[in-house]
């Protein structure tokens, strides 16, 4: 994403209800969610002009909002008319789409009911981060020192701001080091996560994907795993050890900004991407643009 900064491009933002400028649409430096990480958001594609799964990408960040007992001061059909009303007034086909929600600058203190609960919706072009014959030489990822902490100790079924935090550390780490991302543990030691994408590992046909009860279960995880069982795969969803790996041929991660794009080195465990990740990708591209597809 680097280029011109976020703050300095054009096109309008939908800002508590109305369209803004995009340079003027700003919150005060004193915001709670600013220091207190009071914010949830949610990450989307539009493809064709379409956004994938656009409801229940706003069905999730109302549930996340209210985990953070934030009160949504928008309906789902308000906000997905929203969203509609970005692309169109941005003339985005093929956009990314951030809706976001955030406790406002009324009061400066741990205790947030006084402050008031703001939501932008903002749409900008970001292409997929590879092309697929590039997906599939496979990225590197690195372990990560930061492990995916209890449900008890965060809000871990949120796509919240603050969750966000070991994630950066743990990306930043990585790149510095030559990596592409990083794959966490979770705190008892099992496989998790990437930084901002969900891990699955294939052998044969196959499928292992961890258990997302410490960390998020992505929508486009749950479309995965539904393409991959109507492309003859089994799915097993369980806690997976380190260890585990080396019994694995094919690595791949899901995601909104990741989509489908395959692993060929985790650490010392390396993979070879192969005919279940170009399944599995072509089978995504086809359901994320349907109209194309069906064209094809």
Same mark, same amino acid.
Request: with cysteine.
């Given at each position: 994403?680097?280029?011109?900064?976020?703050?300095?491009?054009?096109?309008?933002?939908?800002?508590?209800?109305?369209?803004?400028?995009?340079?003027?649409?700003?919150?005060?430096?004193?915001?709670?969610?600013?220091?207190?990480?009071?914010?949830?958001?949610?990450?989307?594609?539009?493809?064709?002009?379409?956004?994938?799964?656009?409801?229940?990408?706003?069905?999730?960040?109302?549930?996340?909002?209210?985990?953070?007992?934030?009160p949504?001061?928008y309906?789902v059909?308000?906000?997905?008319?929203?969203?509609?009303?970005?692309?169109?007034?941005?003339?985005?086909? @093929?956009?990314?789409?951030?809706?976001?929600a955030?406790?406002?600058?009324?009061?400066?203190?741990?205790?947030?009911r006084?402050?008031? $609960?703001?939501v932008?919706?903002?749409?900008? $072009?970001w292409?997929?981060?590879?092309?697929?014959?590039?997906?599939?030489?496979?990225?590197?990822?690195?372990?990560?020192?930061?492990?995916?902490?209890?449900?008890?100790t965060?809000?871990?079924?949120?796509?919240?701001?603050?969750?966000?935090?070991?994630?950066?550390?743990?990306?930043?780490?990585?790149?510095?080091?030559?990596?592409?991302?990083?794959?966490?543990?979770?705190?008892?030691?099992?496989?998790?996560?990437?930084?901002?994408?969900?891990?699955?590992?294939?052998?044969?046909?196959?499928?292992?994907?961890?258990?997302? @009860?410490?960390?998020?279960?992505?929508?486009?995880?749950?479309?995965?795993?539904?393409?991959?069982k109507?492309?003859?795969f089994?799915?097993?969803?369980?806690h997976?050890?380190?260890?585990?790996?080396?019994q694995?041929?094919?690595?791949?991660?899901?995601?909104?900004?990741?989509e489908?794009?395959?692993?060929?080195?985790?650490?010392?465990?390396?993979?070879?991407?192969?005919?279940?990740?170009?399944?599995?990708?072509?089978?995504?591209?086809?359901?994320?643009?349907?109209?194309?597809?069906?064209?094809?």
């Amino acid at each position: 994403m680097a280029g011109l900064p976020m703050d300095q491009r054009d096109g309008w933002i939908w800002f508590d209800g109305e369209l803004k400028p995009w340079k003027e649409a700003k919150v005060h430096v004193l915001t709670h969610g600013l220091h207190y990480a009071s914010s949830v958001f949610e990450g989307e594609r539009a493809y064709g002009g379409e956004i994938f799964k656009s409801r229940e990408h706003t069905e999730r960040l109302i549930r996340s909002a209210a985990t953070l007992d934030m009160p949504f001061p928008y309906s789902v059909d308000e906000i997905e008319a929203a969203k509609r009303l970005v692309l169109d007034k941005n003339g985005l086909v @093929d956009a990314y789409v951030r809706p976001v929600a955030w406790r406002g600058s009324e009061e400066l203190s741990v205790p947030a009911r006084n402050n008031k $609960v703001h939501v932008a919706i903002a749409a900008w $072009v970001w292409p997929s981060y590879f092309s697929v014959e590039e997906k599939l030489k496979g990225i590197r990822l690195e372990w990560s020192k930061w492990k995916r902490p209890s449900p008890e100790t965060i809000p871990s079924s949120a796509k919240a701001a603050g969750l966000y935090m070991i994630c950066t550390l743990s990306k930043d780490a990585a790149m510095a080091n030559g990596y592409a991302d990083a794959l966490m543990l979770d705190y008892r030691g099992y496989v998790a996560e990437a930084t901002g994408a969900n891990v699955f590992f294939i052998k044969g046909k196959e499928i292992t994907t961890p258990t997302p @009860d410490c960390f998020l279960n992505g929508i486009t995880r749950q479309t995965l795993i539904a393409l991959a069982k109507e492309n003859g795969f089994t799915v097993t969803e369980r806690h997976i050890m380190p260890e585990e790996l080396s019994q694995f041929d094919e690595c791949f991660l899901t995601g909104t900004a990741a989509e489908v794009t395959p692993v060929s080195l985790i650490g010392d465990y390396k993979f070879t991407p192969g005919e279940g990740c170009r399944t599995l990708i072509d089978a995504y591209s086809a359901a994320v643009q349907p109209k194309r597809a069906a064209a094809e």
